[in-house]
C-alpha cells in the first residue's frame, strides 16, 4: 500500500492533468456538468457491477473514473469561481464531522444501528440539510433503491415492524391483493397492487439485512450465464433458440445450473 504522502502525490498528478486537459483537449474543453452527467450515470452503474462480481482489479479502475468525474465537475466549478476540488474536500469533511457526534462530540453509539438512527436526528438539525425525514431521497433514485431507502430512513425514527418475522403476513396479503386485482382485469390497480407486493418484498430484504438490488442483479447475471449457455448450446448444433422445444431448453436450463 501507499504512504499517505504518495497518496497525496498521486491525487496532485490527477488534478494537474485535468488542468492540462481542460485546457489542451477539444473534447475535454467542451464538456458542461450537463453533457457528462449521463457518463457519470453510466460510470457508477459500472462501478456498482465490479463491486457485486467482487473484482479487486475493475473496482480499483471503476473508482478511478467515478474520481475523474468528481474532478472533473470541480475544474469547471472552479473556471466559474463557484467551487474547487478544496470546497468539495472541505465541504464533505465538515459534513462528516458534523454528522458522526460519537466520533467527534459528545454523544454515544454502541453499533451501526445506533449510528444510523442518529444520522437522521442529526441530518434533521443540520443547517440547509433535511427539513423533513423523507425529504433527502434523490427523486432519480432507481425505484428499487429508493423503496429501500424509504424504508431505512422511516425505521431509523421507529416506523417499523416490532419483529422482522411479522412483515411476511404482509407480504402474504400484498399477494392475495394483487391475484385479485390479477382476476378483476383493471390493468391499473394491478400495476398497484405489483406495487405493494414488490414493497413489501423490499421490506423483507431489509429486515433481513439484504440489499435487494444486489440480490436482483445477482438473480439478473445467473440467469444471463444460464440462458447464454442454452444459445451457445443450440449454435454448436447449428439451431436456433426457436427450433428447440421448451422441454430440450429446460434440459439445457438444467445442464447449466450444474456448470
Given amino acids: ?41 453510466e460510470e457508477t452503474y459500472e462501478l456498482c457491477s465490479a463491486i457485486i462480481r467482487h473484482d479487486m482489479t475493475e473496482i480499483s479502475k471503476e473508482l478511478g473514473d467515478v474520481l475523474l468525474h468528481v474532478i472533473f465537475y470541480a475544474k469547471m466549478g472552479s473556471e466559474t469561481g463557484d467551487f474547487d476540488i478544496a470546497d ?38 443540520e443547517k440547509g440539510g433535511n427539513k423533513t425525514v423523507l425529504s433527502g431521497i434523490p427523486e432519480a433514485l432507481p425505484a428499487l433503491v429508493k423503496a429501500y431507502r424509504i424504508q431505512d430512513k422511516a425505521a431509523n425514527v421507529g416506523f417499523d415492524w416490532e419483529q422482522k418475522e411479522d412483515v411476511w403476513q404482509k407480504v402474504k396479503e400484498e399477494i392475495a391483493e394483487f391475484e385479485n386485482e390479477l382476476r378483476s382485469g383493471n390493468t391499473d390497480n394491478q400495476e398497484a397492487e405489483l406495487g405493494d407486493l414488490i414493497f413489501s418484498l423490499v421490506n423483507v430484504a431489509r429486515l433481513y439485512k439484504i440489499k435487494p438490488d444486489n440480490a436482483l ?8 450465464q444460464r440462458f447464454n449457455y442454452i444459445e451457445q448450446q443450440a449454435r454448436e448444433k447449428g439451431l436456433s433458440l426457436k427450433d428447440l422445444t421448451l422441454d430440450e431448453m429446460e434440459a439445457l436450463w438444467q445442464e447449466a445450473k450444474h456448470l
Fill in 217 to 224: 442483479e445477482r438473480t439478473n447475471i445467473k440467469f444471463m
Fill in 1 to 41: 500500500m501507499h504512504t499517505r504522502q504518495e497518496q497525496l502525490q498521486a491525487f496532485d498528478r490527477l488534478l494537474t492533468i485535468m488542468d492540462e486537459l481542460r485546457e489542451k483537449c477539444p473534447w475535454d474543453k467542451k464538456q458542461t456538468f450537463e453533457s457528462l452527467r449521463q457518463n457519470t450515470i
Fill in 88 to 125: 468539495v474536500c472541505n465541504r464533505i469533511s465538515d459534513k462528516l464531522v458534523f454528522r458522526h457526534p460519537h466520533v467527534y462530540g459528545d454523544e454515544a453509539a454502541k453499533n451501526a444501528e445506533d449510528v444510523c438512527k442518529l444520522w437522521e436526528q442529526v441530518k434533521l438539525k
